[in-house]
């Protein structure tokens, strides 16, 4: 079967330099969009010409210029956003409306997987202020996929391990510590950590999958699915040593938040459901839906080899 053709929108992104590499990894025709807004960023401009020597074709377009959008879209069979959606770096997940409005005036696109690649926001109605805002932006836009009718496949990715392993579940910290942990709650309700690389895998095999369309998929490593103290003794066996650990009741955390800055209470408040709620894994998904299931060819990271990166 020939590849679909890729569109990446945000290929610049954390996420969407992976995703880039993915495509083109296995095999697609990859397209990447150059958004003349990026001036005179030299590290963007020079990681699409990377792009560009390793086969991917970048397509100008504009988020405040439809029909570039709709020429760009035209040009692919998939469309694969990972425009910025943490607001400590930035936040622009509404501006997905304006690519919905372009593949739906296109209407060539066989699936569009937008930016998502977190916890599934359809599962957070009950979410905190003011963290909820990426959940609720997330499904805007999934309704207004729906309403097109334009094909989709959300990924619930589940936790970046960069983000989340790197710090020992910690928020504000992405490098483990060798002295000591701060334990959020009990310190037992699990989470699912995922390289990021392997989201980008994941994401790129689903989309020529008919099994994957118009639907959620999950990417739960089942190596990955642990607690923070388990996250924390996968460390201390690395660095043979045992971490001093102080905890941080549920109160404690919630009133921590009320007293920052609205950016880093949106990040707190995704934490809070994470490590004290235990959100992404405390549900269940069936086998069609778990990319673990649905590829099992993938040969994965797990967390204990990931941290040997910060040795
Ligand atoms: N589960 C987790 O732990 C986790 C962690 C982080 C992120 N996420 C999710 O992953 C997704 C991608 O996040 P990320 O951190 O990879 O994003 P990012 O690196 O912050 O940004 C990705 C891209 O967004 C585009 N962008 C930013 N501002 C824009 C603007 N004003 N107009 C148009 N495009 C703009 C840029 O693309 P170009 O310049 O290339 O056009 C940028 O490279 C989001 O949905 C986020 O919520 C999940």
Redesign the pocket.
Known sequence: MEKSRVLVV???????RRIVKASLALGHPTYV?H?P??GVDID?LQMLLSFKEQGAHLVEGS?SDHRSLVEAVRKVDVVVC?????HI??H??L?QLKLVDAIKEAGNVKRFLP????TDPARMPHAIEPGRV?FDDKMVVRKAIEEAGIPFTYVS????AG??VGGLCQPGHITPSRESVCILGDGNAKAIYVEESDIATYTIKTIDDPRTVNKTIYIRPPENILSQREVVALWEQLIGKELKKTTLSEEEFLAIIKGEEYAQQVGLGHYYHVCYEGCLANFKVADDEDTTKLYPEVNYVRVKDYLKRYL
């Open positions: 945000g290929g610049t992104g954390y996420l969407g969009l958004r807004e990026i963007k988020f990972t425009i910025s959606g943490v770096r930035s622009h997940i501006l930016s998502e690649f977190g990426t990715a589940n936790c970046f983000y989340f």
